[in-house]
């Protein structure tokens, strides 16, 4: 699809997602950093200040997960400092969590108290956990991974039969990417090495033992649909009414710049 002197993306004939292959040897450190400089720098505030509102999303994320099952065992891949733990916890779940962050995983159990265990997606192990689990979550982790055939055959079987698997990516067939793949592949980041859509997430879950039953693009951007700076020179009132139908019609048609997958494990993997 594109390439740099850094990178080269591939987009499968099969499923349709896209990876990225890195021609570095830079390896992102997932410390302390990430979650406070790096996240900043990007979000214009800490992951910690931000942990109110990435819970507000976590409390609707479980809204829709309730609808799917009324059990409560809960593994969070991926879980940072907890917010999504701290939704769940006050859905009725009894939420579980690991994280690659040895820092974020002790701030869980000293302020929030949930179990939490420091390791790597990609060292999940069964005998690591005295339960199977009723619903396992993976927020923005999906495309972090590299080896993904272990970490979703790993998944599947953590699942009891029935159970749920949510998880959140960006979303290659949203509005950015529509209107440029080379804009959009051009701010990947380097350690993104899938770029999912509906299409193969669809694809890709039903080969690894899952149905979906809903996709979800809960944010829409509604300057995304115009050239740079155009959105923002409009009226106010014009701009009020462009986003109930830019917003509305986003959602319909899944032009988020990421989705959320919601599917139920309906057999083994493999």
């Known amino acids: 699809?594109?390439?740099?002197?850094?990178?080269?993306?591939?987009?499968?004939?099969?499923?349709?997602?896209?990876?990225?292959?890195?021609?570095?040897?830079?390896?992102?450190?997932?410390?302390?950093?990430?979650?406070?400089?790096?996240y900043k720098k990007q979000y214009g505030r800490t992951y910690l200040e931000d942990f109110?509102?990435?819970?507000?999303q976590g409390l609707r994320r479980c809204s829709i997960i309730r609808r799917l099952t009324q059990k409560?065992?809960?593994l969070d891949i991926g879980c940072g400092y907890g917010p999504f733990l701290a939704a769940a916890g006050e859905r009725g779940f009894a939420p579980e969590g690991i994280d690659i962050s040895k820092n974020a995983v002790d701030w869980i159990k000293s302020k929030l108290g949930y179990p939490a265990t420091a390791v790597?997606?990609?060292?999940?192990?069964?005998?690591?956990?005295?339960?199977?689990?009723?619903?396992?979550?993976?927020?923005?982790?999906?495309?972090?991974?590299?080896?993904?055939?272990?970490?979703?055959?790993?998944?599947?079987?953590?699942l009891n039969p029935g159970g749920v698997l949510a998880l959140s990516t960006p979303n290659f067939e949203g509005i950015t990417g529509k209107r440029s793949v080379r804009r959009f592949l051009n701010t990947n980041p380097l350690d993104h090495h899938t770029i999912w859509?509906?299409?193969?997430?669809?694809?890709l879950l039903s080969k690894y033992g899952f149905k979906i039953k809903s996709v979800k693009c809960p944010v829409i951007h509604p300057d995304r649909f115009f050239q740079p700076g155009y959105y923002e020179k409009l009226p106010g009132s014009i701009q009020k009414i462009l986003e109930k139908i830019i917003t509305a019609v986003g959602k319909l048609l899944l032009l988020g710049d990421t989705f959320e997958v919601y599917a139920v494990k309906k057999k083994e993997a493999g």
Request: aromatic share 16%; hydrophobic share 35%.
């Open 1 to 38: 699809l594109h390439r740099s002197s850094e990178y080269s993306f591939f987009k499968c004939s099969g499923c349709g997602l896209v990876n990225q292959v890195y021609f570095g040897n830079d390896e992102m450190d997932y410390n302390t950093d990430y979650f406070f400089e790096d």
């Open 52 to 56: 109110d509102s990435i819970k507000n």
């Open 72 to 74: 409560k065992h809960l």
């Open 120 to 158: 790597s997606v990609t060292d999940l192990d069964r005998a690591m956990f005295n339960q199977m689990f009723d619903v396992i979550t993976m927020w923005f982790v999906i495309e972090h991974l590299e080896d993904l055939q272990s970490v979703l055959t790993m998944v599947n079987s953590l």
């Open 197 to 203: 859509s509906p299409y193969s997430a669809r694809r």
